[in-house]
């Protein structure tokens, strides 16, 4: 459960940018060590960016609510942890040629849309 303090923080993070959200969903991640997707009645929450079927990820619980959308009532934020993240998700990823929408907001607002390499190589490749 998200706090005031967090959903107002959400709520501005959620106005910035798409490429500022990007940054800021890789700078958070790297922190906490978890990243977030939306889990619906069905599965994971997938979204249609042109051609390419992506999956959604997130900062933070809070952020996710910016985005959740009338059409999926009983979706509900989930985390998963960066090093199951990063060993098996974006290799399941990358093997079924889905990619990632980055911080998506609102209805109008879409995130930066990254493959599962170049999102790996983001998270794995920081300086010590």
Known sequence: MTTPGE???AAQESQLPARERAE???DRVLEQKTI???MGAEGWVMVE??????????PDEASVAF???KDLPDSKPQPIALEEFTSVWLQGLKKNNI????????TLREG???TATELLIQLTDVDE
């Not at 960016?49 to 997130?58: A, M, R, Y």
């Not at 990619?99 to 609102?106: C, E, K, Q």
Request: charged residues 5%.
């Open 7 to 9: 959903q107002s923080q």
């Open 24 to 26: 800021l969903l890789l």
């Open 36 to 38: 977030w997707g939306l």
């Open 49 to 58: 960016s042109g051609e390419q079927t992506c999956l959604p990820v997130w």
């Open 67 to 69: 985005w959740q959308r």
């Open 99 to 106: 990619g990632l929408v980055l911080f998506p907001s609102g």
């Open 112 to 114: 930066v849309v990254s």
